[in-house]
């Protein structure tokens, strides 16, 4: 095996869902599957090393460093649904198409198959180029079943789009999921993929709390929506000056 995976602890789960959010496209599926895991206080039981990840660290506020990892969480008896929840977290993801591959094979293989996870939910954003007033939020899922199930929740299942397929790990995850006949989906939030985009994570979180059956203190998460649509407001602007200057004349 090429990764390396530390167990801190091995906690005894019923079938549980898997939601997978590492960084991507607005940062969207991060920032839920982040959100969803502090607020309910998911436990730490594992990280995983690869010599796919980037070649770097990052520095902390306080000048450790935070080398480059994945690391998985876990959840007992979730909501009104009662569901144990796996969560995959992290600041990197595999450098190369072979590493995508790869560090979510292993991770299928050594993890989630050994926990018998029920569902995978990968979270992400679906990259417009544009700024995006109100977000929809889109779904691939592994079956009519799961899609079936999803679209009462607020996903749209667009044909054609994303039209250029889902890349990284939420695309890999999903079609081992596929594979190995586990259900699954990606839920994807539109965003103009410019920033962080707390706004479109906050119409993916409406979907996840659904799913799960419960209701988050959402206070400082719409705090930074704010911010958010401020900064939106200023690149319309800008967008808008940039276009009036290149006007053309007719002689």
Do not use: W
């Not at 997978?20 to 995983?48: C, M, R, S, Y």
């Not at 990197?92 to 590493?99: H, K, L, R, S």
């Not at 890349?167 to 410019?194: D, W």
């Not at 209701?215 to 930074?224: A, N, P, S, Y």
Request: one cysteine or more; aromatic letters at 10%.
């Amino acid at each position: 095996m090429e990764s390396v995976i530390r167990y801190f602890e091995e906690p005894e789960l019923d079938r549980p869902v898997l939601v997978e959010g590492l960084p991507g496209v607005g940062n969207v599926g991060k920032v839920v599957a982040d959100f969803i895991a502090d607020k309910l206080g998911a436990k730490h039981f594992a990280t995983v090393m690869s010599k796919y990840f980037p070649p770097q660290i990052l520095i902390d506020p306080n000048g450790i460093a935070i080398p480059p990892t994945n690391e998985l969480y876990y959840l007992k008896d979730v909501g009104e649904s009662h569901l144990d929840v796996i969560f995959l977290l992290g600041d990197f993801q595999a450098v190369t198409p072979d590493g995508q591959f790869t560090v979510c094979k292993e991770l299928m293989e050594e993890v989630f198959l050994k926990y018998d996870v029920s569902t995978i939910f990968t979270l992400g954003g679906y990259g417009t180029g544009q700024m995006v007033e109100t977000p929809r939020v889109l779904g691939a899922a592994t079956d009519m079943d799961t899609k079936t199930k999803l679209e009462p929740y607020g996903v749209s299942f667009v044909p054609g789009e994303p039209a250029a397929g889902i890349v990284g790990a939420s695309g890999v995850l999903l079609g081992l999921a596929q594979f190995h006949g586990i259900a699954g989906a990606c839920i994807m939030g539109e965003t103009s993929g410019y920033f962080v985009d707390y706004k479109s994570a906050c119409f993916v979180l409406d979907v996840m709390e659904r799913l799960f059956g419960i209701t988050f203190d959402r206070t400082d998460l719409e705090e930074k929506c704010k911010q958010i649509e401020e900064l939106a407001d200023k690149v319309k602007t800008y967008e808008a000056s940039k276009k009036k200057d290149n006007l053309g004349y007719i002689g």
